[in-house]
């Protein structure tokens, strides 16, 4: 399966941004995704997952209460809301995509988009 993210850009803290993630060449709803980011300096870390047909889904604890996790199986799109955003929230966001069971190690995922910056100023 072949991922292209996309959604991010410049916002201004407390500020809200959707990012999408579209698949091609699978079966969108054999696969558990997830998003993870990556800030400069920084080790990549999960952001939030979600099972395939989406009832399941995590969110991690730095931004619990603020964003959400979706997916849209027929349009082959997973997607990631962002509201208050913070300037910590600064990185380049990955999808990324994987069978078997739900994890969060990135190492565990086999698939993954190009990334999309998000930059939150202060």
């Known amino acids: 399966v072949q991922l292209q993210a996309s959604g991010g850009g410049l916002v201004q803290a407390g500020g809200s941004l959707r990012l999408s993630c579209a698949a091609s060449?699978?079966?969108?709803?054999?696969?558990?995704m997830a998003w993870f980011r990556q800030a400069p300096g920084k080790e990549r870390e999960v952001v939030a997952r979600?099972?395939?047909?989406?009832?399941?889904?995590y969110v991690g604890d730095s931004v619990k209460g603020r964003f959400t996790i979706s997916r849209n199986n027929p349009k082959k799109t997973v997607y990631l809301q962002m509201n208050s955003l913070k300037p910590e929230d600064t990185a380049v966001y990955y999808c990324?995509?994987?069978?078997?069971?739900?994890?969060?190690?990135?190492?565990?995922?086999?698939?993954w988009g190009q990334g999309t910056l998000v930059t939150v100023s202060s």
């Open positions: 990324a995509a994987r069978e078997g069971i739900l994890t969060a190690r990135p190492s565990d995922y086999i698939y």
């Open positions: 060449g699978g079966t969108f709803s054999r696969y558990f």
């Open positions: 979600i099972g395939r047909n989406g009832a399941t889904t």
